[in-house]
């Protein structure tokens, strides 16, 4: 089965910029989408960004900021995050996703991105 584990996250300025990785163990995921969630404390897991074969989709609120991109011969799913707010604060969670984007695998631990005003 296909684990995923989360890094790149950190404390940050607003304004600042990080670069997450979702790095799978276990499988090759090059035919399947990767999808990047996130949950803020008291909210709900959101979506975020997937990637697959023919390209990619944003959530509204992320677009024009964050660009996800992929190495298959890596296994890895990145996600550059730009212009980062406080309320991009959050821990941040890859998993596989189905046509429609909804999370198909069990959660890793994810990695908490900190934005500073």
């Known amino acids: 089965q296909v684990q995923f584990v989360e890094s790149g996250g950190g404390l940050v300025q607003a304004g600042g910029s990080l670069r997450l990785s979702c790095t799978a163990s276990?499988?090759?995921?090059?035919?399947?989408?990767i999808g990047w969630f996130r949950q803020a404390p008291g909210k709900q897991r959101e979506f975020i960004a997937a990637?697959?074969?023919?390209?990619?989709i944003y959530a509204d609120h992320v677009k024009g900021r964050f660009n996800i991109s992929r190495d298959g011969a890596k296994n890895t799913v990145y996600l550059q995050m730009n212009s980062l707010k406080p309320e991009d604060t959050a821990v941040y969670y890859c998993n596989l996703v189905s046509p429609v984007d909804r999370p198909l695998l069990s959660w890793g631990q994810g990695t908490q991105v900190t934005v500073s005003s």
């Open positions: 276990g499988s090759t995921f090059s035919f399947y989408g």
């Open positions: 990637i697959r074969s023919g390209g990619s």
